[in-house]
């Protein structure tokens, strides 16, 4: 099938309230373009440098979203224009998206990272760490950056059941949130491979990429 085939199929299964960002990583221009000929406009990447020479060779009303582990010293580089940031994991990454969004005066929305895999590979917050966090005076007190929900990653594996036992608890923790935090509206979890379980759990953002784009080196 073709791009323009395979995202109108993904779009088909996809509930009105839930957003696509078609994750782009290492495909090339031309097939980003083709997507965007299609009318989507959300992005994500996880390279702040591939992102950046996308952002500056293509159309302007697209958001970029950044999906990936950031490193600190990377995030000066995307603060100018980057829409959404999935990965935040530590408090001291968001004190620095902080403080690149202040140089532009912008307030960039971020979703902090869970770890929800039971493998212990995946970056990303456990529950108590992500409490302490939105509960910190200091950090709420941040002007230009605005925590708008969380994002989490399962483990890799077939074990389907286990993917939906990952998703559940985010969600659960998700739930919590969003009754304290008016500001929590977005729950990313789903990608090619478990989008579905994720939908069934309560994902709002779905990051897809080898089954719009085809699969990467
Ligand atoms: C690459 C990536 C995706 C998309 O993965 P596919 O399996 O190609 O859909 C989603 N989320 C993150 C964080 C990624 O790095």
Partial sequence: ?????????I???LPESVTLVAVSKTKPIS???QVYDEGQRIFGENRVQEMTEKWENMPKDIEWHMIGHLQ???VKYMAE???LVHGVDSPRLLAEINKQAEKYNRTISCLLQVHIAEEDT??????????ALVENEEFKAYKHVKIVGLMGMATFTDDMNQVRREFKSLKSLYTKLENTYPNFTI????MSGDYKIALEEGSTMVRIGS???????
């Fill in 1 to 9: 099938m073709s791009i323009k085939e395979n995202l109108s199929s």
């Fill in 211 to 217: 089954s719009i784009f085809g699969t990467r080196k």
């Fill in 11 to 13: 779009l088909s299964t």
């Fill in 31 to 33: 097939d980003l373009q």
């Fill in 81 to 83: 224009y980057v829409s």
């Fill in 187 to 190: 729950l990313s979890m789903g």
């Fill in 122 to 131: 995946k970056f990303g917050f456990d529950e108590d760490e992500l409490l």
């Fill in 72 to 74: 600190r010293n990377k």
